[in-house]
């Protein structure tokens, strides 16, 4: 069985305090919690010191990006060695935000991912189809090219150490979420590709996360669907009572 996964991606949010008095808080009410994984992913500025928060907790630290060199003269860009060396565990690649506003592209994105696992990080690739996408009926084709495009190149062993989140970008941040039916048929397309591009074990093992406006009162639905393993949070991983009731609904 895949593992669970309940990640909070902060986005560019929250202060230096606030950052601090979430990390407690979430200490206190979820640092025990095994039977799912809970990330906390930070903006970049506080994530050493969320490392060093949660080193004796069950609570795992991503980062929201990470550069696909290793070092030099890319100046604002965060290498994955060191992300890796502090404790991060996972790093979130080809989030919609990243694609469309800092313009990356599939092939920026596959190598990202590779570099990413290269260093020890679990990357958290994610893909997903625009309105019009959908619209058009072009949702499940559209997602199985950008997931295969971001995989190019990689052995079934290195596909065996990804995670992918499905986040349709017209449910980012709107409050509108897929169906937990809409969600399972592409989470269940993404399943399928990982079957051609892996081997069978490995593609069974691999966490298929939905993100796009997930909250406390919708999380139990979608989390359980056949071939949804968890969910990507935005806004609601914000407030600790709201990231809490996600976590174990
Ligand atoms: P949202 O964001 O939960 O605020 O919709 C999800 C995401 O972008 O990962």
Redesign the pocket.
Known sequence: MPKTIIAG?W?MNKSAQEALTFFEALKTELGEVTEREVVVIPPTLFIWEACQHFQDTAIKVGAQNAAYEMSGAFTGETSPSPLAEIGVAYVIVG???RRQIFKESDEDINKKVKLAIKEGLTPIL?VGETLEQREAGEAKSFIAEQLKACLAGMSSEEISKTVI?Y?PIW????GKTASSADAEEICAEIRDVLFELADEAVAKEISILY????KANNAGEILNQENINGV??????LEINSFKGIALA
Request: proline letters at 0%; aromatic letters at 0%; one cysteine or more.
């Open positions: 991606n986005k989030h919609s935000e994610c989140a986040e449910a980012i941040g709107t993100g796009g406006s997930v990507l949070v935005g806004g609601a991983s």
